[in-house]
């Protein structure tokens, strides 16, 4: 028998791609996926619990399902992911309203759960985290066009302030033969941009291979037709390789897009957090990406207020932020995670300076998009388009400087009478004008 099942996925791209593999498992079980929890039989929230903001997301939406439950609209409830593993033991008993909760390697028993759960049974599954299935069929929940391509699970650089080690348990990659053939089922099913991810994609293949294996991967994969854009998102600093550089600027395929957390510049604070570097040497980095890939778009994140962060050793981010000026930028506030060494570290930054400082710097921040957004005024650029709304009547999409799903926003496309377009097609569009760092197109 085959019920109603709704599936909330919360936080990254990585947990997307273990969401789409159990509503894969649940579909070819017979299982009818609805978007609306209030239509289901079973909800499953497949949780993040990186930070303190997305715990606190993660158990705003356990309370809500649980609200569901006692007004007879779920019947059932599952908790997977982060959170679960993080705190595995505790979610029932924090949550009785919760019928099961399962860890990272218990993502491909998600059908012997929901047939569990539904008979009647309380569960609670935790196994190996390299068990998570990481080459399983996907029901893709993005639009046709775009898709995630997980190429490692895991983390094995044991920053301070991460847990993710703890949670998702040491670097793993895929076999490249594995990632290509996933990769080519993909374009066939008419995706035209891969996105990679990775905790690190830049360590790529140095656990099975004995060497970073990445710019071989990448060339693989444009020579798939189909293909049309490869995205790269979360390289680590320290392996961002010249050989890598280099394939990343000559191959067409590959977006001249580099998602770089560089989390600070000053090399106390780096230290500090098991992350090498200073000032200097990343300012070498940055420079040579940008001396051997012309245009390139570069997007980092900053943590501020991390513990012993002091008011000069946060103008030097600030100061070197500016000086960059990167392209795209993200910024956090420390979030002390128990079970991490930094959380026990002495100087914590007060919470009312991390807001502050938080504040300064993505000001500071702002101005300099608005910059960017007014120098690409009167130029031609390719737009990817993802959507139309008819509520503005433009069309929402994306060139190669933007990351999909909201990461850095879109450009607006005017439609135009003599141009038909769809969803997923990559069209050339003039840049007419700016709304603070939104840019306005004409289609050409």
């Not at 007004?71 to 505790?90: A, H, T, V």
């Not at 390697?105 to 998600?110: H, L, M, S, T």
């Not at 993909?186 to 360590?203: F, L, P, W």
């Not at 060139?399 to 135009?416: C, N, T, W």
Request: proline share 3%; net charge negative; with cysteine.
């Amino acid at each position: 028998m085959g019920y109603r099942i709704n599936l909330l996925s919360l936080g990254c791209e990585k947990n997307r791609v273990d969401s789409e593999v159990m509503l894969s498992i649940l579909s070819k079980e017979g299982h009818k996926i609805v978007d609306d929890p209030n239509e289901a039989d079973v909800g499953i929230i497949n949780t993040c619990g990186f930070i303190k903001d997305a715990k606190e997301e993660s158990i705003e939406e356990i309370l809500y399902f649980i609200r569901l439950k006692r007004e007879n609209k779920l019947k059932k409830i599952i908790i997977s992911g982060c959170l679960s593993e993080r705190y595995k033991g505790e979610i029932l008993k924090e949550f009785p309203e919760v019928d099961a909760a399962i860890g990272i390697g218990a993502v491909g028993d998600i059908a012997k759960v929901v047939k569990e759960a539904m008979e009647g049974r309380t569960i609670e599954i935790f196994k190996d985290k390299c068990l998570l299935p990481l080459n399983a069929d996907r029901m893709r929940t993005t639009p046709s066009h775009y898709a995630y391509l997980k190429i490692s699970d895991g983390c094995s650089n044991c920053c301070t302030y991460c847990a993710i080690p703890q949670i998702r348990g040491s670097f793993r990659s895929r076999k490249i033969e594995d990632i290509i053939k996933e990769a080519e089922s993909m374009a066939n099913s008419g995706v035209k941009e891969i996105v990679i991810i990775a905790q690190d994609t830049t360590r790529y293949g140095e656990d099975i291979y004995g060497e970073l294996k990445l710019p071989e991967l990448l060339k693989k994969l444009c020579e798939i037709d189909k293909i049309k854009w490869i995205r790269l998102l979360y390289c680590y600093p320290d392996r961002l390789t010249d050989n890598l550089i280099d394939v990343i600027a000559k191959e067409d395929k590959i977006v001249k897009y580099i998602d770089l957390p560089l989390q600070h510049c000053n090399e106390k604070i780096l230290k500090s957090m098991n992350r090498s570097g200073n000032v200097q040497s990343l300012k070498a980095l940055l420079k040579k990406i940008r001396d051997k890939i012309p245009n390139v778009t570069l997007r980092t994140t900053f943590i501020v207020g991390f513990p012993g962060e002091t008011d000069k050793e946060f103008t030097e981010l600030c100061e070197f932020s500016k000086e960059i000026g990167f392209e795209r930028m993200g910024c956090f506030k420390y979030s002390a995670e128990e079970g991490t060494k930094a959380a026990k570290f002495n100087n914590q930054v007060p919470e009312d300076i991390k807001n502050k400082r938080l504040d300064l710097i993505m000001t500071e921040q702002d101005l300099i998009m608005e910059q960017k957004a007014r120098n690409m005024k009167g130029k031609e650029i390719e737009v990817l388009i993802d959507r139309f709304d008819p509520d503005t009547g433009y069309y929402y999409g994306r060139s190669q400087a933007e990351a999909p799903d909201d990461v850095d926003g879109y450009l607006y496309v005017v439609p135009s009478n003599y141009v038909e377009v769809k969803q997923g097609d990559i069209v050339r569009v003039l840049v007419k004008d700016y709304v603070g760092y939104q840019t306005i197109c004409e289609l050409i």
